[in-house]
């Protein structure tokens, strides 16, 4: 069965020649640990942190290269309330709150705090 697809930051990387990591990743993966179950339906893609993120321009198109990024499957309900954008013909969630609000509307996990 087709999943959506969650394209991540590392918990980890490299960059100004320090270790640092993605505060909206980091957001995203603290929903998928306190539920993991979600977990089982998506695809992860862990992508790098040069731009662009061929891996997600490849999908949505050029300058679309956010992670977080939820690229929704064609047959996903997503709530009205919902941003929802759309480039190559897919539907996509760019920011971590639209996605822990998408989780919270199909999954049943709680709203994000402040949404």
């Known amino acids: 069965m087709p999943k959506d697809v969650l394209f991540l930051l590392p918990p980890g990387f ?14 995203i993966w603290g929903v ?4 993991p179950a979600i ?19 490849a999908l949505i198109g050029e300058g679309n290269h ?8 064609p047959d996903t309900q ?11 013909g897919l539907r996509y969630l760019p920011s971590a709150r639209s996605i822990a609000r998408h989780f919270a509307h199909r999954y049943g996990t709680p709203v994000p705090r402040g949404s």
């Open 66 to 73: 956010n992670a977080p990024t939820l690229v929704l499957h």
């Open 32 to 35: 998928l640990s306190y539920f």
């Open 14 to 27: 490299e960059d100004k020649g320090r270790r640092e990591f993605c505060p909206e990743c980091a957001e």
């Open 78 to 88: 997503v709530h009205p309330d919902l941003d929802v954008q759309e480039a190559n």
């Open 39 to 57: 977990r089982d339906a998506l695809d992860i893609v862990h992508v790098g942190l040069e731009h662009p993120r061929s891996e997600i321009v």
